[in-house]
Every structure is written in C-alpha cells, then in structure tokens.
C-alpha cells in the first residue's frame, strides 16, 4: 500500500514537473515572439524613416539640379557674349561699336547659386544622418557639401569683381540712359578686354563646378533610387 502510494506521489510529481516546464516554455516562447514581433515593427518603421528621407534628399537635389542647368546655360549664354566683344575689341573693329556697347552692360550679370545650407548639413543637424544605412550616399552627400562649399567661394570671387570692379567702370564709360558710349576708345583698350577675359575665366571655372555637382548630384540619385526599389 505504501509503495503504491509513493508510486502516485512521485508520477504527480512527474506531471507537474512537465506541466511547470511546459508552462516556462510556453512563457518564454511568448516573450520571445512578442520581442521578434516588436524588432521587426521597430526596423519596419526605422526603415519607412529612412526611405522617407531618401525621398527628401532626392527631391532636393533634383530642384538643385533644375537650378544647376538653368544657371549653365545662363553662363553660357554671357560667355559667347564676352567671347565675341573679346574678339571686337582684339580686331579694333570700330565698325561693330553699337554690338560691343550693348555686351560690356553685361559684364555687371553673373549666375548666383548660393546656398547657405544643403543636405547633408541639415541632416547632420537634425540627426537624420544616423537613420541612414547606406554609407555611399553619406560618402557623396559630403562630397556634394565639399562642392557646394567651393561653388559659393566662387560665386562670392565673380560679385566682389562685378560690384568693386566692373560696375565703377561701366559708370564711367556707358551712358546707361542712352546706351551710348562716353569715350569709345577706352572700350577698345586692354583695360576692357582684359574685364572680358577675366570674366570668362571666372565663369569657365564656374561652369565646371556646376557641372562637378550634376555629376555628383546624378550619382547620388542612382543610389537613393537603387535604396527606394528595394
């Protein structure tokens, strides 16, 4: 009798036992479900942030790249200006004075990106830079940043010529009123060709800047795009 009894006790020990383990497994699968569950939502939405502001970036830089394109052909179009006033003024031709009087006003126009923030340095500040994972887009975001940087040093050079240089002398020489010329021979001196050539030199190695930052801007964009298919 006593050896049945103690056959029981010891089976409901048993019983228990499983049951108790059961239960702990049961316990910690739960837990571990509801982590993986909750990691998954927490990369989910890590993630949505981070396409969301892929989507900023190339919305940025496509309006930069608008700008970029309007402003190369902008330069362009003062460039074979200057170039051909170089031309006149190195030919003496006194014939084509009228053509020549109404290119030098010009001299005093210059294509202006001047940006006193862009997107890396905004993602920087507000700490977005860390939500992205892809180190080349934060690679040629910098060097995007770098560009941008020398792009400003240059549009700052060309204001300073134009206003301390050019406009003090297109007062003194063109009748603005008028479009005539006040003394005709100082505009076929070495004196305004050499306002012609410093100024196409200044907008040729502005016109290579910007067309550094469509590269790059280009490159960029095919990253983000590559991010956003994914």
């Known amino acids: 009798m006593k050896l049945r009894i ?127 994972k892809n180190t080349n887009v934060i690679s040629m975001l910098q060097n995007l940043e770098e560009t941008y940087i020398y792009m400003n040093r240059m549009e700052n050079i060309h204001l300073k010529v134009v206003v301390e240089i050019l406009v003090p002398e297109l007062m003194n020489n063109i009748n603005f009123s008028s479009g005539e010329a006040e003394r005709p021979d100082v505009l076929y001196s070495v004196l305004f060709q050499n306002f012609f050539i410093v100024s196409m030199d200044v907008m040729e190695e502005k016109d290579e800047i910007y067309h550094r930052a469509l590269q790059e801007i280009d490159t960029i964009s095919q990253l983000i795009e590559e991010e956003l298919k994914q």
Do not use: C
Request: aromatic letters at 10%.
């Open 6 to 132: 103690k056959e029981m006790l010891e089976g409901k020990m048993k019983r228990y036992l499983i049951f108790g383990l059961v239960e702990v497994f049961l316990v910690v699968a739960g837990i571990l479900i509801a982590l993986s569950i909750n990691n998954w939502n927490i990369k989910n939405s890590q993630r949505r942030d981070e396409l969301n502001i892929y989507k900023n970036i190339h919305s940025r830089i496509k309006d930069d790249r608008k700008d970029l394109e309007g402003l190369i052909d902008y330069n362009k179009s003062y460039q074979t200006q200057f170039l051909f006033a170089d031309q006149i003024i190195s030919a003496n031709d006194r014939s084509k004075i009228d053509t020549l009087v109404k290119i030098i006003p010009n001299l005093s126009r210059y294509s202006d990106f001047n940006k006193s923030s862009n997107v890396y340095q905004n993602l920087l500040n507000s700490g977005e830079l860390k939500i992205l």
